[in-house]
């Protein structure tokens, strides 16, 4: 699957995908392919306050337990309800159903230090 | 990286390659659940070629080998495997193998991938202290070894030789195919019933073609698949089987890790009797009442997983240290294994897991978690 250039990317595998003052949290392709089947997703709760680099929650794979990070400050809206009955989600479809959280944020600036997608897959070619 | 003689294979059955201890592997092909569950269900194809093979052959063969290995080798016969720890002097373990006696003075010890160098010099090391006379060659870039597992292998086998279905745990044969010699044993590291073979590097693409030539290895129906590390890993942990650098290393005491069988602390007794580096060590230990902490299984609860390095404690006090951890794809929980204090083994009893966030609740209960049904 191709990387959508309709948002950005950290150096830790997070998607980061700002509409209004909403920003829209998940995790790349590259970053689920490696951890293998996600069995489970536990997210900060809506209504947690988050710092910029704060981890908005855990998912679990077979292999392995690893943060999500988010690279802007904000308030936690909601949570993907879908991947508590449905976790694989994250696997098959890391940038659509997959979402992971829902955060309100008021400053986007750090949005300009994240990667575009051809600067994400550059990072992880090879 | 190093590259097993099944890199084409992995490629063109578009596996998720990774690096493992130097070598480019498969981690997954559709999906370690999906590869964990065909294992149980029907049967796997593993590439298992980055584990070292080690040809010890020559008069002082056995003897070199009496030396290092935890278990006797004077007793094993023609055709015989024997899992075996090889320690250091502190009754550490500086690896898990499985020795194959070919002939009185023609063994094969097959070792982690992680620790090839190592064992290679310690075995050189001993040799030349003991003045032994044999030599050791390492074959693993010039063989390739594949292990089949799963209750469909044997049947599948069957096919081909009368002879393999009939061989007993941890023995072997060699076969010939053509031109080349193929050594299958009844062994693996599933908890499956199966076989692993060691052939030539060059003879692999040709054997898998005839073994595999009436079965579509793409068909999600097919009796045998392809299955990565990642499986290989889940099925160990299920199969209560201790990995090196997680139950096994040079720090942990070999009385510790849960593979009690595979110390004979008498070996030194009877006969041919001889002792093994570690062995005064470990009878020290064994004397003043055994190692504090031993290898325990645990249920979690819950969907969080334990893993490797978390604390383990009851009643807020440490009493011991997880080593793996993965949600169990067999038994939809999750399990551990883990270090636990000496008194805390009764099945049955609570402690809690400190994940550096929160704390799971566990429950120790008996090695393994799953036991594949009897092949009717």
């Known amino acids: 699957m191709s990387t959508p250039s309709d948002r950005s990317y950290s150096k830790t595998h997070e998607w980061h995908k700002v509409e209004g003052d909403t920003l829209t949290l998940g995790l790349t392709q590259f970053a689920v392919d490696q951890l293998t089947d996600i069995t489970y997703v536990e997210m900060r709760k809506a209504g947690t306050t988050l710092k910029a680099g704060d981890s908005a929650g855990e998912v679990e794979s077979v292999k392995t337990t690893s943060d999500v990070y988010t690279a802007l400050a904000g308030k936690v809206l909601e949570v993907n309800p879908a991947l508590a009955n449905d976790p694989s989600l994250l696997n098959s479809d890391p940038y659509g159903k997959g979402w992971l959280v829902k955060i309100q944020v008021a400053d986007k600036a750090p949005m300009a230090s994240l990667m575009d997608a051809k600067a994400y897959d550059a990072a992880n070619a090879g | ?234 099925l160990r942990m299920e199969a209560g089987m201790p990995l090196y650098g997680h139950e096994l290393g040079e720090e942990i005491c070999a009385l510790s890790c849960g593979v009690d069988f595979a110390l004979s602390l008498d070996k030194d007794q009877g006969d041919r009797g001889d002792t093994f580096i570690g062995m005064d060590a470990l009878k020290k230990v064994a004397a003043e009442g055994g190692p504090a902490r031993k290898l325990a299984g645990f249920f979690v609860d819950g969907k969080r997983s334990a893993r490797q390095g978390m604390v383990i404690k009851q009643n807020g006090k440490d009493v011991g240290v997880v080593t793996s951890g993965c949600p169990s794809p067999t038994l939809n929980k999750c399990i551990a294994m883990g270090f636990l204090d000496a008194g805390l083994h009764a099945p049955g009893t609570n402690v809690e897991i400190d994940t550096g966030k929160g704390v799971l609740e566990a429950v120790t209960t008996p090695l393994p978690f799953y036991k594949a049904p009897k092949a009717g």
Request: glycine share 6%.
């Open chain 2, 1 to 234: 990286m190093l590259k097993t003689p099944l890199h084409q294979f992995h490629l063109d059955y578009n596996a998720h390659m990774v690096e493992f201890a130097g070598w480019n592997m498969p981690l997954y092909y559709s999906s370690v659940t999906a590869e964990h569950a065909k294992v149980r269900s029907s049967g796997g194809i593993f590439d298992v070629s980055h584990m070292a093979r080690l040809k010890v052959t020559g008069r002082h063969a056995r003897r070199l080998l009496e030396r290092v290995c935890t278990r006797r080798i004077s007793d094993m016969v023609q055709g015989q495997c024997r899992y075996s720890l090889i320690c250091n002097e502190r009754g550490g373990v500086l690896d898990d193998v499985i020795v194959y006696r070919f002939d009185d003075d023609d063994f094969l010890v097959v070792v982690n991938a992680s620790n090839r160098e190592k064992i290679v010099r310690h075995l050189q090391a001993v040799k030349t202290a003991g003045e032994f006379n044999c030599s050791i060659d390492d074959q693993t870039a010039s063989t390739a070894m594949v292990a089949l597992q799963g209750p469909s292998v044997i049947p599948l086998v069957s096919r081909f030789s009368s002879e393999i279905p009939t061989l007993k745990k941890y023995r072997f044969t060699v076969k010939n195919l053509l031109i080349v010699k193929i050594t299958v044993s009844r062994t693996g590291y599933t908890g499956e019933d199966g076989i692993e073979v060691i052939l030539p590097a060059g003879a692999i693409s040709m054997a898998m073609k005839l073994l595999f030539q009436d079965i579509n290895l793409k068909d999600e129906n097919a009796p045998i698949r392809p299955a990565g590390l990642g499986a290989r890993d889940t």
